[in-house]
């Protein structure tokens, strides 16, 4: 306990004593004075009576005596009747008055009785003695009463500063409660709180946000979803520490942004939620753009100029039909946030009508994706490789296709994430790899011609222990002659773990099998790395080839990285190649396929084998 409080304490149990003591005091002190008056008022009339029996001629010296004893003691002589004796001029003068007067009196009592004097001075000084007495009563009464008003007086002080001490107190300790309440807040808050960028852990973000949106209708609320492309680029070329000085950075720009009733979460690595509040919705992309704008900024500062882009999906509440929970509006934003295109301006996405109807969309394809591959829903197209040296298909790549049971063709963007959502992706892929291989059958058991064909595979099949055998299981289901087939994974897994990645494509190698790295350039690319990892070939993304770019940046880029691969014995592939002139330069730098709709589109099974029958 502080030591103000114990001092507190302690003085108010001393008050506590001392006013008890006081009330004790003051009721015996009444008692005493009480008493006083009653004497005075007794020698007042015993005199009267004394002097109306001397005249009726029968003394009585027993009176006189007790008169004496009451006299003497209320001059201050200890006596039997325990009166006080008031230390009061007016009531101590009186008094000596009064005792001469008696002493007078008992002089003429005595010349009376000895009838050397008449009754008249005997009744005159009576009189006088009786006026006498009373003023003494009076100023006894008086001086009473002064006391006790005293008293009171000192009584009420007292009890003024007892309540002042008791109100203190709990003035004190109310706002040591106070203070501890908040600490206790605090702490709670902490622990909550992610210690890497000092907003909210999720669980955290989604109860508090809940209750916000619960308890202010009044507000207009918006939950916001963001995340940087390509964070695990700043992870593994700049390291783990520099990675987390940027998150923790921009957990502190996301709190400073925040106004009351506005809360910041981090879901997971790079992903972080927002509630905020607004007007006119035009605020939440100002606001979150000037938070990213300072994050990119810091980046650029930080790294020899490099930086990575963010991008938001926002769900406004109010634009939402349904009545949803938090969880719900984090999976619009989030879904918002998907929809955000790789290299596109438009970072910041609202969940709207379209969304909505993806959102619908995905929903029907998890419904309906099991029952699809049992009724062998999904088709094959064949995309020819045009060799640029002969100006003629060489290969093809596979392409999925999903016939609903409408009719309608679904690409395969619309439902390979769902796939691979759900984990369903390696039954999709193996799916197409049997019905790629079926068709090679076929085709070798007509003695037609084929060309070699490229299968994709998904990303997460290379953490399936199984997954290379299972490959192999199927070409040797149809004897399918290994050079037949190629396999294209993205680079996305080609550089999250190497290790897995390395042991992967050395087993796909040995068991005959061509390897290709996808979209080279559409993530992070780190050419060195292909230097160490067997691949055959390398398929350079559309984005190279796309007008919104620096085209003439993109030609070297893509110049560099022909002639740098082909030093490590890679053939190289440009895709989504649309104009002749792309095709020209392409050639003039050494690229070795176009795979475009310059050439070909994807082909269903039929089409293809006539341009393979017309002998391409
Ligand atoms: P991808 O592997 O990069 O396939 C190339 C995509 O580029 C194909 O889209 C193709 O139609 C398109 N394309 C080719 N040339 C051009 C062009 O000149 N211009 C434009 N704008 N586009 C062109 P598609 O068939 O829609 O496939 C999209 C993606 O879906 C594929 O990208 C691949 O990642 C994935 N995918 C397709 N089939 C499978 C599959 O069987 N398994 C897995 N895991 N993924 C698949
Ligand atoms: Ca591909
Ligand atoms: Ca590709």
């Known amino acids: ?104 009196l008992k002089g003429h009592i005595a010349a009376y009785r000895e009838n050397t004097e008449d009754s008249a001075p005997l009744v005159m000084l009576s009189e006088a003695y009786f006026m006498q007495a009373n003023n003494t009563v009076f100023c006894a009464e008086a001086y009473t009463v002064h006391q006790n008003h005293m008293l009171l ?32 807040q605090k702490l709670n808050d902490l622990t909550q709180r992610d210690p890497l960028t000092g907003v909210y852990q999720i669980k955290a973000f989604k109860e508090q946000a809940q209750r916000l949106i619960n308890s202010h209708p009044e507000y207009k609320f918006a ?39 506005e809360l910041a979460g981090r879901v997971s690595a790079d992903n972080f939620v927002l509630l905020l509040r607004y007007e006119d919705r035009k605020e939440l992309v100002l606001r979150q753009r000037s938070t990213d704008e300072k994050i990119t900024e810091f980046m650029s500062r930080s790294h020899d100029r490099q930086s990575l882009t963010t991008c938001c999906g926002i769900c406004c509440i109010e634009d939402v039909i349904e009545s949803l929970e938090i969880g719900g509006y984090l999976d619009r934003a989030n879904f918002a946030r998907k929809t955000v295109k790789t290299g596109s301006r438009q970072n910041y996405v609202f969940y709207d009508d379209s969304i909505r109807h993806r959102l619908w969309e995905q929903k029907s394809i998890e419904r309906r994706m099991y029952d699809a591959l049992d009724r062998r829903e999904f088709t094959v197209y064949y995309q020819p490789k045009v060799k640029l040296e002969t100006g003629r298909a060489a ?132 050419l060195s790395l292909l230097k160490q990892l067997p691949v055959d070939v390398l398929k350079i993304d559309s984005l190279f080839f796309t007008d919104s770019g620096d085209c003439k940046r993109d030609n070297v880029i893509v110049a560099g990285i022909i002639d740098m691969v082909h030093k490590f014995g890679i053939r190289t592939v440009a895709e989504g190649i649309e104009h002749p002139d792309q095709v020209n330069y392409l050639k003039q730098i050494g690229c070795d396929y176009v795979q475009g709709y310059v050439f070909y589109r994807p082909l269903p099974q039929a089409d293809f084998e006539k341009l393979l029958d017309s002998g391409n």
Not at 232 to 261: E, M, P, Q, T, W
């Open 395 to 526: 290969s093809a790549e596979a392409l999925v296709r999903w016939r609903s049971d409408d009719g309608a063709i679904i690409p395969p963007d619309r439902f390979i994430p769902v796939f691979e959502q759900k984990l369903m992706i390696d039954r999709l892929d193996r799916y197409v790899m049997d019905d790629v291989c079926r068709w090679l059958r076929s085709r070798l058991d007509a003695k037609l011609p084929v060309l070699p064909v490229s299968v994709n595979v998904s990303r997460l099949q290379f953490y399936d222990v199984g997954f290379v055998d299972r490959y192999v299981e199927i070409r040797d289901k149809y004897h399918i002659p290994p050079e037949l087939l190629e396999l294209e994974f993205t680079e996305s897994i080609a550089f999250e773990n190497t290790e897995v990645l390395l042991s992967t494509i050395q087993a796909l190698k040995a068991a005959g099998f061509a390897c290709a790295i996808d979209d080279f350039g559409k993530g992070y690319s780190s």
């Open 1 to 104: 306990m502080k030591r103000w409080l114990k001092s507190s304490l302690a003085f108010l149990f001393l008050s506590l004593l001392l006013l008890g003591g006081v009330t004790v005091h003051a009721i015996t002190q009444a008692q005493d004075y009480g008493r006083l008056i009653n004497y005075v008022g007794i020698v007042r009339g015993a005199t009267q009576r004394l002097v109306k029996l001397e005249l009726v001629g029968q003394p009585n010296d027993e009176l006189i005596i007790y008169l004496d004893s009451i006299l003497d003691e209320l001059n201050g002589t200890a006596g039997e009747f325990g009166l006080p004796c008031p230390n009061d001029a007016n009531y101590q003068e009186d008094l000596h008055d009064l005792t001469q007067m008696w002493d007078n």
């Open 153 to 184: 007086l000192f009584c009420l002080v007292m009890l003024a500063v007892m309540l002042l001490t008791w109100a203190f107190i709990f003035w004190a300790a109310s706002r040591k409660i106070l203070r501890l309440e908040d600490t206790n």
């Open 223 to 261: 939950v916001l979803h963001t995340d940087f492309s390509d964070f695990k680029y700043i992870n593994d070329v700049f390291g783990y520490d520099y990675g987390d000085s940027i998150l923790s950075h921009y957990g502190a720009l996301l709190r400073d942004g925040l106004s009351k009733h």
